[in-house]
């Protein structure tokens, strides 16, 4: 059994999340009373989410290199990122490290491509919606077609995640101002969503939605759970 290295805390709420499905997973699955050998670094988000908004992504990677360095210290034979706006910088993280890095935005096209689909909705921060990084993997690596939302919706989205999902808020207004957002993507078509910010699988559930959900939390950990376990 592998050792995961968990980069978490950004938020905690969705960390907490990777923590439970990926624990919940080894217990399905083996049975009895097994849970996953795992390593975590939980960084302070308030200093994240200031560098993020300032453009420091260079001292963010720095960041996750050493938090990075410390689960490798600590025995980890893998890393995760356990939020898809610092995948950003993974590959940095990856090669400074040294350890393999299981990616997210590999594991969700997996999951679309597996569904048949090439035109994916995505909802995320600011930094996933309109920056390049995410949005070509997901084109160069899968052939996959990704539409976002407008301007005014992709600032919605991203207060609604920094103001309220990561301070533990999940309003039943926003929610509807999500689907709403949602059926604009359908409408322009999209044929599934993808919910590119862990923190979205609080607000968005699948029975709100009348096409495919990528939940990339729920991907990501089940990713994870399955290479730890896979035969070295």
């Given at each position: ?14 960390t907490?999340e990777?923590y439970?499905?990926?624990n919940?997973s ?6 009895g009373l097994?849970?996953?050998r795992?390593v975590?670094?939980n ?8 560098a ?5 992504w260079?001292?963010?990677a720095n ?5 990075g360095n ?7 034979d893998?890393?995760?990122i356990?939020t898809?706006t610092m ?9 400074k ?14 999951a679309i491509?597996e569904?048949g689909?090439?035109r994916i909705?995505?909802l995320?921060t600011r ?10 993997r997901?084109?160069d690596?899968?052939a996959?077609?990704v539409?976002?939302p407008?301007e005014d919706d992709i600032d919605?989205?991203?207060?609604i995640?920094y ?6 808020k ?6 509807c101002?999500c689907a709403?957002i949602?059926s604009?993507l ?11 910010c862990t923190?979205l699988?609080?607000?968005?559930q699948?029975?709100d939605i009348?096409?495919p959900?990528f939940d ?7 990713a994870?759970?399955n290479?730890a376990?896979a035969?070295i």
């Amino acid at each position: 059994m592998r050792v995961i290295g968990l980069i978490g805390g950004m938020s905690w709420n969705s960390t907490l999340e990777y923590y439970r499905i990926i624990n919940e997973s080894f217990a399905i699955r083996l049975g009895g009373l097994h849970s996953a050998r795992l390593v975590l670094y939980n960084l302070d988000f308030n200093e994240i989410q200031r560098a993020q908004h300032e453009d420091r992504w260079d001292d963010m990677a720095n960041i996750l290199v050493d938090a990075g360095n410390a689960v490798k210290r600590a025995g980890a034979d893998f890393l995760i990122i356990c939020t898809n706006t610092m995948h950003k910088v993974a590959d940095d993280v990856e090669e400074k490290v040294g350890l393999p890095l299981l990616h997210i935005t590999d594991v969700t096209g997996d999951a679309i491509k597996e569904r048949g689909l090439h035109r994916i909705g995505l909802l995320g921060t600011r930094f996933v919606m309109k920056e390049s990084f995410y949005q070509e993997r997901l084109r160069d690596r899968f052939a996959i077609e990704v539409i976002v939302p407008g301007e005014d919706d992709i600032d919605t989205i991203h207060q609604i995640i920094y103001h309220e999902l990561c301070e533990s808020k999940v309003n039943a207004s926003s929610r509807c101002v999500c689907a709403n957002i949602v059926s604009k993507l359908v409408n322009n078509g999209a044929e599934g969503i993808v919910l590119g910010c862990t923190e979205l699988p609080l607000l968005i559930q699948p029975g709100d939605i009348n096409v495919p959900i990528f939940d990339t939390t729920q991907l990501h950990a089940e990713a994870a759970v399955n290479l730890a376990l896979a035969e070295i």
